[in-house]
């Protein structure tokens, strides 16, 4: 079979990498990886071993490091090289770049300067674990990582609740059962989630069931490995009367602040803080 491949531009090509088997590596990327003048990646010795699994010889060129800690300098230095008519190839770990990873404020600035910014797509945990979690997949939002911290968790998942889809985002294993309980405060310990982890790889594993029975079957194991990939149903919100739930603010405005107000009401109804925020701007002002 042969395959016609676009010729490799002036451009930075963001790769997107095999999440766990190298099967899923597409012959576009392969060819890219081949022949850009510039490889980039989150982790060098990630890139390098999969460069040397799929034979594909470095020509003598090196491969640079790109990550959270990148700053303007460097980014300034590859638009130079964009300048000179050379191709910049950025690769993630694993998966697509930018999801969640390096690499926004590289494509901003190469965008901002006239260069182009080619996505060669492939493998995205994200899209993996929707699309066999069994959970709706006509709209979704993905949300990244949560927080580290207690009360900011709180507050991500207080201000997730009320959207109308599908919600996915990654956790560690490290932090994966305290985070799930912080959904469950949340969205209702009975609420319907899945969660996936090592991914397309030979032990990978998923669970669907309840926000609780997940937490069980997971503190039964003796050592969580492996980032997870969580998908949470679209919670069913039956809101109360509009009325009802102004005087109850209005209560509390009473005694309280309106910050602390909006949070209390907020998490009572499951409604966004900004809504409340805006009714009890109204109640004040009036």
């Given at each position: 079979?042969k395959?016609?491949?676009?010729?490799?531009e002036?451009?930075?090509?963001?790769?997107s990498t095999?999440?766990g088997?190298?099967?899923?590596?597409?012959?576009?990327?392969v060819?890219?990886?081949?022949?850009?003048?510039?490889l980039?990646?989150?982790?060098?010795?990630?890139?390098?071993k999969?460069?040397?699994?799929?034979?594909?010889?470095?020509?003598?060129?090196?491969?640079?490091?790109?990550?959270?800690?990148s700053?303007?300098?460097?980014?300034s230095?590859?638009?130079?090289?964009?300048?000179?008519?050379?191709?910049?190839?950025?690769?993630?770990?694993?998966?697509?770049?930018l999801?969640?990873d390096?690499?926004f404020?590289?494509?901003?600035?190469?965008?901002?300067?006239?260069?182009?910014?080619?996505?060669?797509?492939?493998?995205?945990?994200?899209?993996?674990?929707?699309?066999?979690?069994?959970?709706?997949?006509?709209?979704?939002?993905?949300?990244?990582?949560?927080?580290?911290?207690?009360?900011?968790?709180v507050?991500f998942?207080?201000?997730?609740v009320?959207?109308?889809?599908?919600?996915?985002f990654?956790?560690?294993?490290?932090?994966?059962?305290?985070?799930?309980?912080e959904?469950?405060?949340v969205?209702?310990?009975?609420h319907n989630?899945?969660?996936?982890?090592?991914?397309?790889?030979?032990?990978?594993?998923?669970?669907?069931?309840?926000?609780?029975?997940i937490?069980?079957s997971?503190?039964?194991?003796?050592?969580?490995?492996?980032?997870?990939?969580v998908?949470?149903?679209?919670?069913?919100?039956?809101?109360?009367?509009?009325?009802?739930?102004k005087?109850?603010?209005?209560?509390?405005l009473?005694s309280?602040t309106?910050?602390?107000?909006?949070?209390i009401?907020?998490?009572?109804?499951?409604?966004s803080r900004?809504?409340?925020y805006?009714l009890?701007?109204?109640i004040?002002?009036?």
């Open positions: 079979m395959i016609n491949f676009p010729k490799i002036t451009a930075l090509y963001l790769i095999p999440i088997t190298i099967s899923d590596i597409t012959f576009r990327a060819n890219v990886l081949q022949n850009v003048n510039i980039l990646a989150e982790d060098t010795r990630i890139l390098r999969l460069m040397n699994l799929l034979n594909i010889d470095l020509k003598g060129r090196s491969i640079r490091s790109y990550n959270d800690n700053g303007d300098e460097e980014r230095n590859y638009i130079l090289e964009l300048d000179r008519n050379k191709s910049i190839a950025l690769c993630c770990d694993a998966g697509t770049p999801i969640s390096p690499g404020k590289l494509v901003k600035q190469v965008l901002n300067k006239g260069h182009k910014v080619i996505s060669i797509p492939g493998a995205c945990s994200a899209l993996v674990a929707l699309c066999q979690s069994g959970l709706s997949s006509d709209k979704f939002f993905f949300a990244g990582f949560p927080p580290v911290k207690t009360k900011q968790k507050d998942f207080n201000d997730l009320s959207i109308p889809s599908t919600i996915i990654f956790e560690s294993p490290k932090r994966i059962i305290k985070t799930l309980k959904l469950g405060n969205f209702g310990s009975s989630i899945a969660i996936c982890r090592e991914l397309t790889k030979n032990f990978e594993e998923n669970k669907r069931g309840s926000i609780s029975s937490i069980n997971l503190t039964s194991e003796n050592k969580l490995k492996g980032e997870f990939t998908i949470v149903d679209k919670k069913k919100i039956d809101k109360p009367d509009l009325n009802f739930i005087s109850d603010l209005n209560n509390l009473k309280k309106l910050k602390d107000s909006v949070l009401i907020s998490q009572k109804y499951s409604l900004r809504e409340v805006n009890g701007l109204e004040l002002n009036s």
